[in-house]
């Protein structure tokens, strides 16, 4: 059951089927305080990313949209904003810290069709509701993609749609290999 917290519909702690592995302990417990610390540089840069596709998105008006890895939210609230009051949204990540960013940048922007769970993607029970699911930069990080990736159709209705935001092979994106290439010479 659904629960109000600050006016931003949030699922409760028993509804949230989050499974707990040393993969998703690690995303808890280092790398979310390190992204948490950095946010004011990392969400620029991939804000920038998001604003090259969100205008070719297949989403309209009453919707019921899936952010996967949604992070801090900026995705999921722009998403609920494109669905509008008649549509919904559910940003879903592995860490709560992420989230409780998303609720509370969501509940500052007056968004009210945004709900935020946090659950391991490859076991939650989906129920085929969701029009479209999202994803920038989350689905690459799944411990095991393909189940990730299955239980996410469970997540779709037929005919549903998916798009993903992911990087391309380390040969195409320069920048994350120039400094070890230049350390080795």
Partial sequence: MATKQTDIPIMSIAQATATVTPYIDFWNAV???????????LAGGLHLHSAKVFPSLP??????ALDV????GDTAIELARRVGPTGSVLGLDCCNAFLDVGRADAK?????????L???VQTHPFEPVHDFCFSRFGTQFFENPTAGLSNLR???KPGGLMTM?????RADNPWLTLS?????R
Avoid at 31 to 41: E, G, Q, S, T, Y
């Fill in 31 to 41: 790398l979310a305080p390190k992204f948490n610390a950095w946010r004011h540089i």
């Fill in 59 to 64: 989403i309209t008006a009453g919707d019921r």
């Fill in 69 to 72: 890895g949604c992070g801090w």
């Fill in 108 to 116: 500052e922007a007056g968004v009210t069709n945004l709900s935020f």
């Fill in 118 to 120: 946090e659950a391991d």
């Fill in 154 to 156: 469970f997540a779709l």
């Fill in 165 to 169: 935001v992911v990087w391309r092979e």
């Fill in 180 to 184: 070890k290439e230049v350390l080795l």
